[in-house]
C-alpha cells in the first residue's frame, strides 16, 4: 500500500508543470484502471504509438499510482531501453483494459483526500480546486494531460493492472 | 422461507458504483428529524467560539464526507472544559464545520438501510443486530448476521418490523424518505436504542445524481448566480476569472481547450459545456450565459456527432444578430454537417478554425 500523498510527492518531483487536470488523470486512472474500450484492433494504433517513443532510460518504467497499489503507469521510453516486448505490453494493456475496478463513490473519497492532502502541500490553489471540482461534480469526463504537462513530460505510458504483469515484470522492472 | 427474505445471495448495491452526491452527516440527520426519525440533540459550529454552555458530555463529529473519521480523530468525545480546544484542534485539519451532538447511553446498535440492488434492479432493505460496525467487512466476514429484503409487491412492512424487532414506522418511513428524495442509499448506522427509544446516531445518504435538479441540497451554494442559470437550463457552466469566453460540447474537450488558450497566454472567462445532443436553442442559450460576464472574445469548439455543426453555427448567427454582439468570435467545429456550417458561418464573417490550437491562437491574438 502506497499512501496517495507519497504517490502525489513523487508525482510532483519526477514531472514537470502538473497541472490539475493532471492530478485528476492520475486519480482518474488510480481508481478506474485503463477505462479504455481496447480491442484487438487497438493493437495496430498502440504500436504506432509505441514505435515513435524514443527509448530513454531516464525515468522509472513503473509509477505506481494507486494507493491500493494495483495500478500502475508503466513508460514506454525505458521499457523500450530496457528491451521490452511491445505484444506483451499491448497484452498486458488489454488484459488490464478487462479487470474492472473502483467505482465512482471511490473515486469522490480519493478525490476528496486529494483535496485534504492539497491543503497541506499547495500544490495548487484552492480556487484553482474548486472550479476545476465544480467541472467533476456532476460527471467524471475523460481528460487528456495538461498542454503544459505534455510539452514538458512527453507522457508516453501504459495503463496496467498489477495483476496482469506481476509474474512477466519482475526481470525487467525491478 | 417468507418469500422477499435472502440471506446470503449476492449482491450489487448501487452506491458502491455511484456518482450521486453524498451529504454530510448532519444533512442527513436533518431529513430524519424533519420526516419523524429521532436523532441526538445537536448543534452544527464553524468555529470554536460557537461553543458556549454544554449540558453534560458531548461527541464532536467533523463533517466531512470521506471515511475512516474516528482513526483521524475527527470524532472525539467532548467537555465543558476541552470541547473548545479539541473543536480548535479540529478545525486545524481542514474541517469547516463540526457537529456538536449529545454523548447517549447506548443499550443496542443496530443497522438500517435501504439501497438498490443493481443486479435484482429493486430497492432492498438491510438490518443487522450488530449496528456501529463497516456493513460491507460484516457482509463478507458474515453474511448471516445481514438480513436483506427487496422492497417489491411481495415485501410486507408489517412482518419484516415483526421479525427484525424494529417499529413498522420506521420501516415505512426510510422506504418514504428514499423514494422522496430519490435517494440511492440511506442508512442509520448506527439505529441505537436509548430509553426505549430508537435514534438516528450517524446518517449515510446518497442522493441520485440524475436527480440532483430537483433536489436541492447545498451543493448549490456554492455555485455563482450565471452557474445556478447554466444548471437550471441543463448546461455545465464554471466561471473563472478572465475574459474570453469558451463554449464547447464534452468537459474533456472543453478542459483541453481552456488549457489551450490559457497556453497562449489568453484568460477564460468560463468553463461551459453544452454537453450532448446540443441544439441552436441550447447554443443560444450558451452564450446568452457566456455573455453575463461581458467577455472581449468567444471561443467555440465544437465536435459534431449527435450535435450537428450546422445547428450550433445557425445558433451563434441568430443570436450575434439579435443580440448585435460584436466581439470577436472564433469558431472550431468538426463532424456532423460540418461543411453546412462553414458555409453558414462564412455568408456571416465569422472566423472559422480548423485546428483547435489555431483556434485558441487566434482568440487570443484577436481580444489582445
Request: charge should be negative.
Amino acid at each position: 500500500m502506497k499512501k496517495l500523498s507519497k504517490i502525489l510527492e513523487e508525482q510532483f518531483n519526477n514531472y514537470a508543470d502538473i497541472e490539475i487536470q493532471d492530478i485528476y488523470k492520475l486519480l482518474y486512472q488510480s481508481n478506474f484502471g485503463c477505462e479504455h474500450a481496447v480491442d484487438q484492433n487497438s493493437r495496430h494504433w498502440l504500436h504506432q504509438e509505441y514505435d515513435k517513443t524514443v527509448p530513454s532510460n531516464g525515468r522509472k518504467i513503473i509509477d505506481i499510482i494507486s494507493p491500493k497499489d494495483n495500478i500502475y503507469r508503466l513508460n514506454i521510453a525505458p521499457y523500450k531501453f530496457k528491451g521490452g516486448d511491445k505484444d506483451k505490453l499491448f497484452d498486458w494493456f488489454y488484459s488490464s483494459s478487462k479487470i474492472n475496478i473502483g467505482t465512482q463513490y471511490e473515486f469522490r473519497l480519493l478525490w476528496d483526500e486529494f483535496k485534504m492532502i492539497n491543503q497541506k502541500e499547495k500544490y495548487f490553489e484552492d480556487k484553482k480546486v474548486l472550479s476545476f471540482e465544480k467541472i467533476i461534480r456532476y460527471h467524471l469526463p475523460i481528460m487528456h494531460h495538461s498542454y503544459n504537462y505534455r510539452q514538458a513530460n512527453e507522457p508516453s505510458y501504459r495503463i496496467v493492472n498489477r495483476l496482469t504483469i506481476d509474474t512477466y515484470m519482475q526481470n525487467i522492472c525491478f | 422461507m417468507e418469500k422477499g427474505f435472502l440471506t446470503q445471495k449476492l449482491f450489487i448495491p448501487v452506491y458502491l458504483n455511484s456518482k450521486g452526491m453524498k451529504l454530510k452527516e448532519y444533512q442527513g440527520k436533518e431529513i430524519f428529524h424533519d420526516n419523524g426519525i429521532k436523532i441526538p440533540d445537536s448543534f452544527l459550529i464553524t468555529s470554536p467560539e460557537q461553543i458556549k454552555e454544554l449540558k453534560g458530555e458531548v461527541v464532536l463529529k467533523a463533517q466531512v464526507l470521506h471515511g475512516g473519521r474516528g482513526k483521524a480523530g475527527l470524532i472525539q468525545t467532548a467537555t465543558q472544559e476541552d470541547a473548545k480546544q479539541k473543536a480548535e484542534e479540529m478545525f486545524k485539519k481542514d474541517v469547516k464545520e463540526i457537529l456538536v451532538e449529545e454523548k447517549v447511553d447506548v443499550k443496542e446498535e443496530y443497522y438500517l438501510s435501504i439501497t438498490i440492488d443493481r443486479t435484482e434492479k429493486k430497492a432492498m432493505l438491510m438490518f443487522s443486530k450488530e449496528g456501529g460496525i463497516d456493513i460491507e467487512e460484516l457482509a463478507e466476514k458474515h453474511p448471516k448476521k445481514i438480513k436483506k429484503y427487496y422492497l417489491d409487491e411481495e415485501f410486507s412492512p408489517k412482518k419484516t418490523a415483526k421479525e427484525l424487532e424494529i417499529p413498522q414506522w420506521l420501516i415505512e418511513k426510510l422506504y418514504e424518505i428514499f423514494k422522496k428524495y430519490d435517494l440511492e442509499l440511506i442508512e442509520i448506522n448506527p439505529l441505537v436504542k436509548v430509553d426505549d427509544n430508537l435514534l438516528a446516531l450517524d446518517s449515510k445518504i446518497i442522493v441520485d445524481d440524475n436527480a440532483l435538479f430537483r433536489q436541492k441540497f447545498e451543493k448549490d451554494e456554492s455555485l455563482t448566480d450565471i452557474e445556478k442559470k447554466a444548471k437550471e437550463a441543463g448546461l455545465s457552466y464554471v466561471e473563472l476569472e478572465g475574459n474570453i469566453g469558451i463554449i464547447g460540447n464534452g468537459a474533456g474537450l472543453v478542459m483541453s481547450t481552456l488549457d489551450m488558450v490559457n497556453h497562449y497566454g489568453g484568460k477564460v472567462a468560463n468553463f461551459l459545456d453544452v454537453g450532448g445532443g446540443a441544439d441552436k436553442e441550447k447554443m443560444e442559450k450558451s452564450l446568452e450565459l457566456v455573455m453575463i460576464k461581458k467577455p472581449k472574445g468567444i471561443f467555440i469548439n465544437i465536435f459534431g456527432g449527435i450535435t450537428r455543426c450546422d445547428d450550433i453555427a445557425q445558433g451563434l448567427i441568430d443570436y450575434k444578430k439579435e443580440h448585435n454582439i460584436e466581439i470577436p468570435v472564433v469558431i472550431r467545429m468538426i463532424g456532423t454537417n460540418e461543411e453546412e456550417a462553414k458555409k453558414i458561418l462564412e455568408e456571416n464573417q465569422i472566423h472559422f478554425i480548423n485546428s483547435m490550437e489555431e483556434g485558441a491562437k487566434k482568440i487570443v491574438e484577436l481580444v489582445k
